[in-house]
């Protein structure tokens, strides 16, 4: 069945540090790739998506490439600052939730930034 | 209204109570979706409706859940003689094409 696995964390970076948090995937055809962002005592909230291969998501500086050849999609920021700490997840689904698409989750990983 | 919300935020139930858990969806989704999240790990699927039909509901743990969406907006989700296992945060989320919107959850914990 379909699966995301994510690098284990916690992860503690310093302010200004570069940031790769990795992400793989099994699913067959061609799935709609995911990065969800959860603040402390917030609800999951998303970060960027990218539907098709070789596709790139961004925002607030975040990136993440969908490469169907390594079945990645890392996600990477050139500089964190304390605001990013929070849990990442990972996460696909195989098409528009209007039809029943689920999503499937990776475990999450922890960042923390310190000044 | 402008995001998914859920009520209560926290839920405190001894072993072998009845729970009920609500999500009022984003305006105009008709898809909803519940998850179960267990501590440290990703959300997990349990149920799926599109306006009132719940059309999936293959990630229900057991027979002691049950969730129904009767008009097609808010949903509830009912947990029954609850037990110690089902303490977990649930989530709920409306979706809009391929990308799903979630509430802040409710964090059920059973004693």
């Known amino acids: 069945g379909d699966s995301v696995t994510q690098m284990e964390g916690p992860v503690t970076l310093s302010e200004e540090a570069f940031l790769t948090i990795n992400c793989t995937y099994t699913?067959?055809?061609?799935?709609?790739l995911f990065w969800y962002v959860q603040y402390p005592g917030e609800g999951l909230q998303l970060l960027l998506k990218a539907t098709k291969a070789d596709d790139k998501g961004s925002n607030k500086g975040f990136e993440a490439t969908y490469r169907k050849e390594t079945t990645s999609f890392h996600l990477e920021k050139g500089s964190v600052q304390v605001s990013d700490s929070a849990v990442y997840f990972c996460a696909l689904t195989q098409g528009p939730s209007g039809t029943g698409n689920q999503f499937y989750f990776g475990t999450g990983t922890s960042l923390t930034v310190i000044p | 209204g402008a995001g998914v919300s859920q009520s209560p935020r926290y839920k405190v139930a001894k072993r072998g109570q009845d729970v009920a858990l609500r999500c009022d969806p984003i305006s105009g989704h008709v898809s909803l979706f519940w998850y179960q999240q267990a501590l440290g790990q990703g959300p997990e699927f349990l149920t799926y409706?599109?306006?009132?039909?719940?059309?999936?509901k293959s990630g229900l743990p057991s027979d002691r859940f049950f969730a129904e969406r009767p008009e097609g907006s808010v949903s509830t989700l009912k947990i029954q003689r609850t037990q110690q296992e089902d303490s977990a945060v649930y989530l709920c989320?409306?979706?809009?094409?391929?990308?799903?919107?979630f509430g802040p959850g409710t964090r059920l914990t059973v004693l």
């Open positions: 989320a409306s979706s809009r094409r391929d990308t799903q919107y």
């Open positions: 409706f599109q306006n009132e039909a719940q059309l999936d």
């Open positions: 699913a067959t055809g061609y799935p709609s």
